[in-house]
Structure formats: C-alpha cells, structure tokens
C-alpha cells in the first residue's frame, strides 16, 4: 500500500493544531510541507517556523519540499527546524550532486524534485545518490490543479530506472490526486501519494486518507 503524505498548503491555517491532530490520527505516514520562495516558484507558502511548530506537534515524517531557489544556503536550518526528508528541485540545482550530499550529511533523506516537462532521463547519473523521487504531476506552486496525464508514462519510466538502477528509492507523486485517479497512478508503480486538497477539503479527511491508501 502506498505511504499518504497529506500536503499541509491546503490545510486551514487557523486551526493548524487540529489539522496536525487529524493526521496523527489518521493512517498517513508522513506529512508533506510545502516550501514556496516567489522565485523558483509564481507563489510564497510558508517556512522554517511554521515547519519547527509542526515537528513539534507530531512524531510522523516531516516531507519537505523545497520549490526555492539556491536550497543548499537553507538545508542545515530545514533539518534544524525539523525536517526528516529534504526535497529539492533539480531545476534549481546547477550542482545538485553536492545539493544530494549536503542533505544526506545533514541526516535528512535527500529527494529530488521533477518539474512536469523536466525529462527522466536527466536522472540517470543521480538517481542511484538520492532516497526519493518527488515527480510533479502539476506545475509547482499551488494546490488545487488538474492532474497531468503524462506522469503516468513518466512514473513507469521512473519505476524502469529505479529497478535497474537501485531499487528502493521512492516515486512520489505530487499534484492533484484524487479518489478517481488515485488507482492508476499507484498501479503505474507509485510509492508515495502527495494530496492536499483531497484531503483537506473532504468533509471526513481520515477517511479519505484510508480511501487512498487501500484503492
Ligand atoms: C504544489 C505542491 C503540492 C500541492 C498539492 O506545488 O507541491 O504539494 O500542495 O496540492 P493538491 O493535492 O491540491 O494538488
Ligand atoms: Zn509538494
């Protein structure tokens, strides 16, 4: 079954003890944090301060997706604040070889992160360094989007890489999942399902993080 990794950028803000309660509750494995700078990325989120309170609040993982620009001049203060997987974006990492090590020296798992139109193929001489593998199925920056269909494709060519080259690392999939399509895209070999809006939107979100998890 794949891990849940409920995306707090959809959560309410003002109660944002209750939403951690909720997935502490729930069969989520891990909580997924979305960093947004206005640069790498159209939108700001939130950051270190808001990541530290969460961690404080919960024993599950911390996923940290960075969708900023230079992430090596931050990664000492994502894991000091908390973090357990640091993700950065592969468009945003000119030496993403140190970027990977950095992370791991740090004691974080290291995920790279995949734009949309980002190629597979440029992850063949890193993907053996990295834990994890963040393929966007939107075009990062805001939640609520459309899925783009092509990542199925692009997660079998995912899968087909890992297998060869280290099985182990994790595909996570970030952007609109949803109870319709969920199936598909775990069935094209998925490890790790990022959702916001479904979950934090849905009237019941324990429920519907079980509904992922088991469909
Ligand atoms: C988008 C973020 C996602 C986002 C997903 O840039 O990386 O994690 O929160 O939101 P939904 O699940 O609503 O598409
Ligand atoms: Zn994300």
Redo the contacts with the bound molecule.
């Keep these: 079954m794949p891990i849940i990794a409920p ?1 707090f ?2 959560s309410n803000f003002l109660k944002l003890a209750d939403e951690v309660n909720m997935v502490n509750t729930s069969e989520a494995e891990w909580l ?1 944090l ?1 960093v ?1 700078d206005g640069r790498f ?1 159209p939108n700001i989120s939130f950051g270190l301060p808001v990541i530290a309170a969460i961690r404080k609040a919960t024993k599950k993982i911390c996923d940290v ?1 960075l ?1 900023i620009e230079e992430p090596g001049k931050y990664a000492e203060a994502f894991k000091n604040a908390g973090a357990d997987n640091l993700c950065v974006h592969i468009e945003a990492c000119p030496h993403l070889h140190r970027n990977i090590q950095q992370i791991k020296s740090l004691g974080m798992k290291a995920g790279v992160a995949v734009n949309p139109h980002t190629p597979i193929s440029l992850l063949s001489d890193i993907i053996h360094e990295v834990d994890l593998v963040n393929l ?1 199925s ?1 075009n ?6 459309k899925f783009i269909t092509y990542t199925y494709e692009k997660i079998r060519q995912l899968r087909k890489l890992i297998n060869e080259r280290k099985p182990g690392i994790l595909i996570e999939i ?4 949803t109870l319709d399509n969920v199936a598909e895209i775990v069935a094209a070999g998925t490890d790790v399902l ?5 979950v934090f939107e849905a009237k019941d979100p324990v429920a519907v993080i079980k509904q992922l998890k088991e469909a």
Excluded: E, I, W, Y
């Design positions: 995306s950028l959809a997924h979305d947004m990325v997706h969708m966007m939107v990062p920056g805001f939640g609520g989007q970030d952007g609109g999942v990022v959702a916001g809006s479904t």
